[in-house]
T-cell receptor, first 113, second 115 residues
Framework: DAKTTQPPSMDCAEGRAANLPCNHSTISGNEYVYWYRQIHSQGPQYIIHGLKNNETNEMASLIITEDRKSSTLILPHATLRDTAVYYCIVRVATQTGANNLFFGTGTRLTVIP | DAGVTQSPTHLIKTRGQHVTLRCSPISGHKSVSWYQQVLGQGPQFIFQYYEKEERGRGNFPDRFSARQFPNYSSELNVNALLLGDSALYLC??????????????FGDGTRLSIL
């Protein structure tokens, strides 16, 4: 599975866009990029995923570079409730059909009032 | 709709004891995965089960075992507990496994403390 590299921490002003980068330079063609976040004392929460194209849902947008070696998660209008650890994960289905998620240490995003 | 539910929420054990953690997946989900999250680190994959069969195993000792029942709920068992087993144990469910988009939905975990 491809490894991901994320900055350990970032700050963002409330109401501004939060842009969280992720490098996954060894990603393979069939590997999806997933983003999860974990708010203190809770389980990880699915945010968004993508394979090749940019994606948008009610929570965030995901921008994947054309060579797929990096991506950016965008929270368009950050609120205090978005303070969390954000994980960028590259997931592949194994020959046994498993869909393991390999988490790194993530980016701790702090939204500042 | 109910999400992934785990029990108990907190548990205190002593070294050498055995523990069983339980997980009920989201209704309709047939795959359950277990993760261990040590303080300050991201979750680490332990097992994935689908249709009662083990489909994946992480780098954990044989003291860790799991099973999935016909109703798709699951148990994680850990024998001969060590201090290092103190962690948040997370369960995640997904509809199926294999290729394609398969988001895993997590419960809030069981906090296991070993004294």
């Amino acid at each position: 599975d491809a490894k991901t590299t994320q900055p350990p921490s970032m700050d963002c002003a409330e109401g501004r866009a939060a842009n969280l980068p992720c490098n996954h330079s060894t990603i393979s063609g069939n590997e999806y990029v997933y983003w999860y976040r974990q708010i203190h004392s809770q389980g990880p929460q699915y945010i968004i995923h993508g394979l090749k194209n940019n994606e948008t849902n009610e929570m965030a947008s995901l921008i994947i570079t054309e060579d797929r070696k990096s991506s950016t998660l965008i929270l368009p209008h950050a609120t205090l409730r978005d303070t969390a650890v954000y994980y960028c994960i590259v997931r592949v289905a194994t020959q046994t059909g498993a869909n393991n998620l390999f988490f790194g240490t993530g980016t701790r995003l702090t939204v500042i009032p | 709709d109910a999400g992934v539910t785990q029990s108990p929420t907190h548990l205190i054990k002593t070294r050498g004891q055995h523990v069983t953690l339980r997980c009920s997946p989201i209704s309709g989900h047939k795959s359950v995965s277990w993760y261990q999250q040590v303080l300050g680190q991201g979750p680490q994959f332990i097992f994935q089960y689908y249709e009662k069969e083990e489909r994946g195993r992480g780098n954990f000792p044989d003291r860790f075992s799991a099973r999935q029942f016909p109703n798709y709920s699951s148990e994680l068992n850990v024998n001969a507990l060590l201090l290092g087993d103190s962690a948040l144990y997370l369960c995640a469910s997904s509809f199926r496994v294999g290729q394609g988009h398969q988001p895993q939905h997590f419960g809030d975990g069981t906090r296991l403390s070993i004294l």
